[in-house]
Every structure is written in C-alpha cells, then in structure tokens.
C-alpha cells in the first residue's frame, strides 16, 4: 500500500504539472484571441472579453481534465496512506503538504465547477503544485504516532477539517489577488471583480466555519491529551490569529467603504496566517511538534 | 457579516440609527453613552478591535511567552528570563536554522529589548492589560450589535414589511416586471406555487393593490447572534474555570507513594507503576503510561492506567499524564532504629548546570530538608550510576552533611541513617478541576452552529406587486433584496424566470 501510495502521489504530481501548463496555455490563447478580436474593432479601451474561441476552450478542457486526474491521484494518495498508517495521513509534514495541496485542488475544482473561471486554476494550482514538490523534499516514511498523536479518530477529523478550511483559504486568495491585480471595474478579461468578491466570500464561508471546527476540535483534544482545552500553545494561538482576521473579513465585507479592494486585501493576509499556522509550528516550537522534520 | 446589513436598508429591516442632530444635541452623560453605544455598535470599529487583537496574538505566538505561574513570581521570572535569552525572538535563535528570519531581525538581542518586552507584557501577551482591555471592548461590543441587531432581525422574521411602495420596485438592485392575465387569485396562486416549490413562505397583502412576499431561510440571520453570542459563553467558561478551578501542573508521585492533591476534598493519588515504550526502530517515544488508583479519604474510588490521550476523570477532577522521570526510593531512621521516613522520592526537578536530577523531602519532626541528587549519567564522578547522593540542609538552607549512598546500603548523614533502595521512576501528572469546561463546550457548539445558519442559510427574499386591471389582464412587479451576492442573484433571476414560465405555459385547469 506504501508503494502504491508513493504511485500515485508522483502521479498526481505529473498531473497536476500538465494540467497548470495547460492552464497556462488556456490564458495566453485566451488572452491572445481577445486582443486579436478587439484589434480588429479597434476598440482598445472598453473591457476585454476573455474570449473563448474553440482553441481556448478545448486548452482550458483538458485542462481541466488533467486538473481532475490530478486531484482522483492525490484521492488516491490519501486512501492508500490511509490503508498504509492505519490513521488519517495526516500526522508528519509530509502528509499534512500533500493533504494540503489535495484540500486546494478539491476546493478549486469544486468553484470551477460552480463559477467556470478556469483563470482561477493559475492561481490555485501552483499552491497546490508547491506544496507537493515541499513533500518531496522531507521524509515521507510512514512512522508509528507518539502518544500525543495516538487518538486516531481526533487526529483525522481535527486535521481534515483543517484541510477543506485551508483549502478554501486559498481559493480565497486566488479570487483575491486577482481582484486586487485588475484595475476598477476589471480589465483584461479577466473574471469580473464581482464574480471574484462572491468566489472569495463563497470560500470563506465554507473555510471560516470549518476553521472555527478545526480549533473547537483541536480544544477537545487539548482537553483529552493535554489536560487543557486551550494554552497559547503558538500554532493554537496562530490559527486564532487566522480566525480572528478572516472574521474581521467577514465584517468588513458588509462596511460600506471596505468592500471589495480593502476585503480583498485581508483575504491575503488571511492567507499569510493560514501559511504561518501551517509552517509556523517548524520554527516556533510548541506543543504541535509533530513534522517530523526535527 | 449578515445577510441584513448587506442588503442595506430596505423593507422590514431595522429602524435607521437615530438622527445626528439628536445625538448632538447635548453635552454629558447622555451623549457619552449614546456615542459609546455607537461606537460599540459599529461595524468598522468591530472589525479594527478584531484586528488589533490578532496583531497582538500574532506577537503572542512569534515571542516566546512565560509558562503559566511564572509571571506571577519575579524570582522565577528573571530565572526564566535568563533561560530564554538565547531565544527570545525567533530570528536570534533561528539564524541558523532559517536564515531568512534571522536575517530580518539582525539586531535584536535580548539585552536590548527584553526590558521593553517586559514592561509591554509582551511575554505574557494573553494576561496582559492590552489583551484583556481589547477582548473585554470586543465583548462589550458584540453583546451591543446583537441587541441592537435582535430587535430588527425579529421583526424581519416575524413581521415582514408585505405592503410596499411602487417605487421600491423600480429603485430596488434585482426587480423584473411581468404580464400577466387571469384573475388575481389566480395569478397569486401561479406565484405562490412556484415560490413554495422553493420552500419559500408566501404572505400577501390586498390593499386594493395585491402585494406579495416570500422569503426562506428567514431565521438564518439569527446565526449571527447566536455566533457572536457563544463567544460570550466561551469566555465565562474561561473565567469560570479561572475563578473556581484548580489546576496542578506539576503533580509528582513515584512509585508505590500515595500523594495527596491539594484540594480539600481528600483526594489522593498512588501509582502503582509507570512505564515508558518506545519504538525499537526509531526509539520514538511509544507509550507513558502511569497505573494509577485515586483514593477519596482513604477508600479507593478509582483506578486506571493514565495514558497520554486516556486521562482519568474522577469527581470532577482530571489526571493528564505529563511527564515522568527517576525517582529513588528512600528510607530515613532515627540512630536508635525508629523508622522516621520511608517512600519514593521523585526526583523532579533538574539541576541546571550538572543534569542531575534532584528531589526533595522533610524528615519528620526535625526541621531538615533533604535534597536526593541522581546520576547525571555514565560519566558522572561524584554520583555514579546506581548511586543516589543526599544532601542534609537546615530550614534557613544552611548545609548540615551529605553523603553518596551505593544502591541498598545504609549511611549515617547528620545523625540519621539512610538507605537508598532503588532506583525506580515517577510520574508527573497534570491536575485539574475545571467547573468552566461545559460552557466553554456549550459556546462551541453554539458558536458552529451559529455560524453554519448565517453563513449558509442566508436569508431570501422577494417582494410581488400585483396591478390588475379589468379585463384580465395585469402586472406583476418583482423585486429582490440581492445586489453584491452573486449567489442570490442568480436564485432571484431563477425565481423570475420560473414565474414567467408559469404564465407563458397554458392554462391546464
């Protein structure tokens, strides 16, 4: 099942690479066919329709497809680590960064379904993508759980939870930046700014109540294993941090002058939280001790 | 973060805010309350508390802050203090570990900052006075949006605006118009079909205009009171357990003693064993499990091993194992024979600068402390392996005598005879009582749920104006309360469009 595992985990990595090539290639042909329509009508100033000719479309399908097969590989991935370790794969660096990355593909995947902006996928995949090649980098033997971790049911429910949550953060982000990189009112082609506020509020609207379970779970077991339901243990107290900024976006998102650039704008800072609670327990210590990484 | 204040104001939702000029009106208590009512039931202020409070968490986990009970002792703070040194910010430590993040703060030493820290509180962030004041703002703030929320949410629930103005359908962000034809009971029903086929509740108003309303979901908004709410129950768990629970972090029984935990409920604890596993291939830790019978005024109320995910609940209190280490077992006699002292002795602490584990103990009636030193290892020359040292002080810390004892001999210090037995181990457990633990739960709960009913069961609307005219024939006006979120406007066009259909097809009936 080891073996397997490792099959399709460097399966899923070659599929996702294709696939952000193609979505690559989905953009440019895009973006190319769009300037080539607008040139011929000489309009240059108005919004830029992305346009989707034949070409971009069929680009921005297997795209797609291949996205897919590499989300079915990193599924893959997890059932047989699952069947490998006897747990939730998610106990060391190693599987936590593929589970990550597997979160971010089922998140996006889930939003393209839902709001077709394939552009999306150029922001999303490389999380994704960059997180798998970080496995590849750290150990990834299957190593038995020291006692704080040996609660299989609280260690696969706390993180998974925590997965889907990140996973959302990071649409979140995706939608964001690409909000923040379009001048008012959109341009380019790209999704238009309103579609982009509703992905981003969409995706936390799933992340924020699944980060408020990851931390009520993680209290829980606080409470079994270590005697207290919170202690300022640093990633506790970082993953506040991200609750406490993606709920002050919650808010802003509803203040007259704050919506839109100003909400976007904590989106990615939601995600630098999201990012430091993940590393954050390599270099701050703490009770989290657990990458295996020394 | 509601559904309501996105809509902004429209039919049924709350009263506006009171006028400027009456809030300007006078000077004194009356409008210092009205202006910190205001600013306790803004949004914006809300979301910048939020902020600085996560600025300050940020700190929190980024500066290396004082283990609880330090911070109270100044002799144990500077000692602390000076431990930490090396490590006070990340990037001193880390400089060659991450570069990058020692490479951000080259010049912070502890020298030049820990002073400042401490006079901050920076190393006792979530005890500090900034932390608190701003938590106690942020509860005094939602405790004040959800009242002044409730009334409007109530309403909008439960009395509906039904009957509004023409205009309303013309100005609103989503509205439609349609041709209609048949009679207006009949029209009303098409309509009411089609919207309760979507588990909308329809009420409708006749004024010599028909007016139609239909929403769903129309309790979600309470999600945000109940949300903002449960923080409130989770932080009187936190007080609660503060105020009126015990905790003792540092709980240490060796083998074959029985300890009693301070509490005055006559609790006691024995272990009977402990045992630590570890994995033969990497030689990570495995198991810690401490075999543990709790008596209750001498009577054996309990027993269980104590793992570190199996603590043992008993009477409200609850034993966590936590660490363990060597203890010796030690036995005390008058010259004369007469047994004075006889038990494990954990030996608990470690001696900084040696790595010998030290333990303690009184000798009954005598006024000395002994100290019981262990082995710092194989290469330890004053105590070796299989020795225990022991050293005699008076209560003022003036040393009597001391001596290295050979495993199960026999020697006379200061006028007693001690015998060291055995080497064997202790366990540290984790103590406490925490009466505040079922509302902490209780705000979770309430909080998940809270959040799951605003955020995703928003509440839908939409608003019907039917004008019919003699002849059969008439129009009906649809509106909507949804304007950013995409979400809402596609089920509102859906709506619309479905309702035109309804017309469009034949009548069957």
């Not at chain 2, 106690?136 to 109530?154: E, I, N």
């Not at chain 2, 209609?180 to 205009?209: A, C, P, T």
Request: include cysteine; charge should be neutral.
């Amino acid at each position: 099942m080891y073996k397997m595992s490792e099959y399709a985990f460097i399966a899923a990595i070659m599929a996702t690479g294709l696939a952000l090539l193609l979505y690559l290639a989905y953009a440019l042909s895009g973006l190319r066919a769009a300037r080539m329509q607008t040139a011929g009508t000489g309009a240059r100033t108005g919004i830029l329709a992305f346009a989707a000719g034949p070409r971009t479309a069929a680009l921005g399908r297997y795209a797609t497809i291949l996205g897919w097969l590499g989300f079915a590989f990193l599924s893959a991935w997890l059932v047989f680590r699952t069947i490998a370790t006897g747990h939730g794969p998610f106990a060391n660096m190693y599987e936590f960064s593929v589970s990550f990355a597997w979160g971010i593909l089922g998140a996006y995947y889930w939003f393209e379904h839902r709001y077709h902006q394939r552009i999306l996928g150029l922001f999303a995949l490389p999380v994704a993508l960059a997180l798998m090649f970080y496995a590849t980098t750290i150990p990834s033997e299957v190593e038995p759980l020291v006692p704080a971790l040996q609660n299989n049911l609280l260690l696969s429910v706390h993180v998974a939870v925590a997965i889907v949550a990140y996973g959302s953060f990071t649409i979140a982000a995706a939608a964001a930046l690409l909000y923040l990189i379009q001048p008012e009112g959109g341009r380019w082609g790209l999704p238009k700014p309103e579609v982009l506020d509703e992905i981003g509020y969409k995706a936390i609207v799933v992340g924020f109540p699944f980060l408020t379970a990851v931390i009520v779970l993680g209290a829980i077991w606080a409470d079994v294993a270590w005697g207290r339901y919170w202690s300022w243990d640093p990633k506790e107290t970082a993953s506040l941090v991200t609750w406490l900024i993606y709920g002050a976006y919650l808010h802003a998102r509803v203040v007259r002058n704050w919506r839109g650039r100003k909400s976007a704008y904590l989106l990615l800072v939601g995600f630098g939280a999201t990012l430091f609670t993940y590393f954050g327990n390599l270099w701050f210590g703490g009770l989290h001790s657990y990458s295996g990484l020394g | 973060m509601t559904q309501q204040a996105r809509t902004g104001r429209l039919p049924g939702d709350a009263p506006p805010a009171p006028a400027q000029a009456d809030r300007r009106a006078g000077l004194g208590i009356d409008s210092l309350l009205e202006g910190a009512w205001d600013l306790l039931t803004s949004m914006k202020f809300g979301v910048i508390v939020i902020l600085i409070l996560a600025g300050l968490g940020l700190l929190g986990s980024v500066i290396i802050q004082a283990p609880a009970g330090v911070a109270a002792d100044p002799a144990a703070m500077n000692d602390w203090l000076a431990e930490i040194a090396p490590k006070i910010v990340p990037g001193v430590e880390f400089i060659q570990g991450i570069p990058v993040v020692g490479a951000l703060m080259p010049t912070i030493r502890y020298g030049d900052v820990s002073g400042l820290f401490q006079t901050l509180q920076l190393y006792t962030i979530f005890d500090s006075i900034w932390f608190r004041s701003l938590a106690a703002v942020l509860t005094a703030s939602l405790v004040a949006c959800s009242s002044h929320r409730l009334p409007g949410l109530w309403k909008s629930a439960t009395k509906p605006h039904v009957a509004i103005g023409e205009a309303f359908f013309t100005h609103a962000p989503q509205h439609e118009f349609i041709s209609v034809k048949g009679s207006s009971e009949e029209i009303q029903g098409r309509v009411g079909k089609v919207l309760k086929k979507h588990h909308y509740r329809v009420v409708s108003e006749d004024d010599g205009v028909v007016h139609l309303y239909g929403d769903k979901f129309r309790w979600g908004p309470f999600g945000t009171v109940i949300g903002h709410l449960s923080l409130v129950v989770i932080l009187a768990g936190a007080i609660v357990g503060s105020m009126f629970g015990f905790r003792d972090n540092g709980f240490v029984v060796a083998e074959g003693s029985t300890v009693p935990v301070a509490t005055d409920d006559g609790i006691s604890v024995e272990l009977i064993q402990f045992q630590d596993a570890y994995y033969t291939d990497t030689g990570a830790p495995a198991d810690y499990a401490s075999d543990v019978v709790v008596y209750q005024d001498g009577t054996e109320v309990a027993h269980q091993t104590v793992r570190v995910n199996e603590p043992l609940r008993y009477g409200g209190l609850s034993f966590y194992q936590s660490f363990y280490g060597p203890a010796a077992a030690m036995s005390v006699a008058g010259t004369d024979g007469t047994a004075l002292f006889e038990d494990g002795v954990p030996l608990a602490w470690s001696d900084g600068d040696s790595g010998r584990r030290v333990g303690t103990f009184l000798i009954p009636g005598s006024g000395l402390t002994v100290w019981v030193i262990g082995t710092a290892g194989t290469g330890d020359t004053v105590v070796a392996p299989g020795q225990m040292r022991v050293e005699v002080y008076q209560s003022d810390g003036t040393p009597v005598a001391g001596e290295t004892i050979d495993q199960g001999d026999t020697v006379e210090v200061a006028g007693y005879d001690f015998t060291f037995h055995r080497e064997m181990q202790f366990t540290g457990l984790s103590v406490s009582r925490d009466p505040g633990t079922p509302l902490v739960w209780l705000g979770s709960g309430l909080m998940i749920a809270g959040f799951v009913l605003v955020l995703m069961f928003p509440h839908r609307r939409i608003w019907g104006r039917l004008v019919t005219r003699p002849g059969g024939r008439g129009t009906l006006s649809l509106a909507g309360a949804g304007r950013r979120d995409v979400g809402s406007n596609t089920e509102f066009t859906d709506l619309v469009t479905e309702i035109r259909a309804a017309f469009t097809t034949p009548t069957g009936a």
